[in-house]
């Protein structure tokens, strides 16, 4: 089967936005509506294989005329339906305001999960980027080639990350106007810290490193009195720039995608390793024990329809933007004798078949302010005092 390209996905979705918006003009349903990327509107903690590659926001008569009884409108869901037949997709209601649309034949879901999957691995990339998405590091490492589809921020971003899983302190720079420095590395040494300057270049192949952009990072160098620097591109050096490098002067270290590809294979593998350690015994046993001397590690989510249920979560580990929580069970303090209806706490207890299930019960989440999602459940902090459920419907 002959891969279709990203661009040709692409502007396939944009037919079909293009499309079901004028259709929707052209009846006066297009009201407090607006089509969203699937991954920058759902924002999924994890992958889910699904293929959507649109969400349709509607909160008026288009809702109505799809989701609802027909609102009074002549117009009804087989007009809009027949629209996203002719360009192959369909939907499912989410809720009552949102479609998540999706392509209808299964070989074009075959061609849009790599390219969504793509979108979403890209979509983790952000501000001080957390090491607990290991995704992108396994694509980059086993499709190296893809970095020249980022763009420049986004590849300053990766290689700020991989340095920073190195063990570096990090300070990535503003992306602009930044005397040609886009990453300072600080080394932490009895002797004195040691400062490096980094300049990353994503090039197309067909573009190398001259010697001109070589001499400007040793400049800046220099005029700062630093004495580390460090070059990385997706693309080659010229001989001159690298001659240059390697005078004994200047001793620049000059990195290719196949060291990033290497970066991101090591980077990948701590975090396995880190995973592993995560779901250890002694660690469950040490993350709770610390728990129960600081509630604000422990969280609480409750939901349900026509009823009230809770999780409960510990915080395993954590980085600016984002957390590795484990699941907790909840241990009943009160109940109406039936176990229907009561009070519960969660269970801070190490057991062994907790241990034995950590694996499992390890959430990735999303931080918002103080709280976190994995994608089910929003968590908030646990106020300590025993929380109400309501099985009976």
Known sequence: MTQIADSQL?????????????????????????????????????????????????????????????????????????????????????DYGSLWIYPFDEELRQDYRPYMRWKWICSLIQPGFDLLYSELYEHLSSRPGDMAKLDWRAFEKIVASLLESQGYDVQLGSGRSDGGVDIQLLQRDPIGDIVTYVQVKR????????????????????????????????????????????????????????????????????????KRLVVSDE????????????????????????????????????????????????????DDGFGQRGEEVPDLTSSPRLVTLAPERIRRARKLGSAYTDGSNYYSRWSGRPVPFDYCD
């Open 10 to 94: 692409q502007n396939r979705i944009v037919r079909l936005r293009n499309d079901v918006e004028s259709w929707a003009q052209r009846r006066d349903l297009w009201l407090d509506c607006d089509f969203f990327d699937y991954t920058d509107r759902i924002k999924p903690v994890e992958w889910d294989d699904t293929a959507y590659v649109l969400v349709l926001a509607a909160d008026g008569p288009l809702a109505d005329v799809v989701m609802g009884s027909g609102g009074g409108y002549a117009y009804q869901p087989e007009e809009f339906e027949n629209i996203l037949r002719q360009h192959g997709f369909w939907y499912e209601n989410h």
């Open 203 to 274: 090039f197309r192949k067909d573009r190398p490193v001259r010697l001109g952009t070589v001499q400007a990072l040793y400049g800046a160098a220099m005029a700062d009195n630093v004495t580390k620097t460090m070059l990385v591109t997706t693309s080659r050096y010229l001989p001159s720039a690298k001659r240059f490098a390697e005078r004994d002067n200047v001793r620049m270290e000059l990195y290719v995608s196949t060291d990033v590809r290497k970066w991101c294979a090591d980077a990948y593998d701590g975090i396995v390793e880190d």
């Open 283 to 334: 660690l469950v046993a040490s993350v709770l024990d610390a728990a129960r001397g600081d509630l604000q590690r422990v969280l609480h989510s409750s939901g349900g329809y026509g009823m009230i249920t809770n999780s409960f979560a510990v915080v395993l580990k954590e980085t600016p933007y984002s957390a590795l929580l484990l699941e907790l069970t909840g241990r009943v303090t009160s």
